[in-house]
């Protein structure tokens, strides 16, 4: 079982990036997939987490109307108005079944992607 997350880079505040989360192993559409990001000196953060009965999918107020996933095989995070703060590491997750409901609790993802680096900076 693998994830694989791509896409990041350097872009300006205001910009958009699409990041991707590839899955090996396994069925990507027959989980649950988060989100995650970790910046320097910080405890690592959940973004969304995007539910694999209907793709409904809840966000982080920090992200809420900026960054919308979606997914095709491949879950797509698509991050517009983009900000420094949003500066981060970005990882993909699989969300472990019968967790409890705590979908930003880290400890209830079972596999991990590599992780991609984001850098929003002028």
């Known amino acids: 079982v693998q994830l694989q997350a791509s896409g990041g880079g350097l872009v300006q505040p205001g910009g958009s990036l699409r990041l991707s989360c590839a899955a090996s192993?396994?069925?990507?559409?027959?989980?649950?997939i988060g989100w995650f990001r970790q910046a320097p000196g910080e405890e690592r953060e959940g973004v969304s987490y995007t539910r694999s009965s209907d793709d409904s999918t809840y966000y982080a107020d920090s992200v809420k109307g900026r960054f919308t996933s979606s997914r095709e095989n491949t879950l797509y995070l698509q991050m517009n108005s983009l900000k420094p703060d949003d500066t981060a590491v970005y990882y993909c997750?699989?969300?472990?079944?019968?967790?409890?409901?705590?979908?930003?609790?880290?400890?209830?993802?079972?596999?991990w992607g590599q992780g991609t680096q984001v850098t929003v900076s002028s």
């Open positions: 192993g396994f069925t990507l559409d027959d989980y649950a």
């Open positions: 997750a699989r969300y472990r079944p019968y967790s409890d409901y705590d979908v930003f609790n880290p400890a209830n993802y079972d596999y």
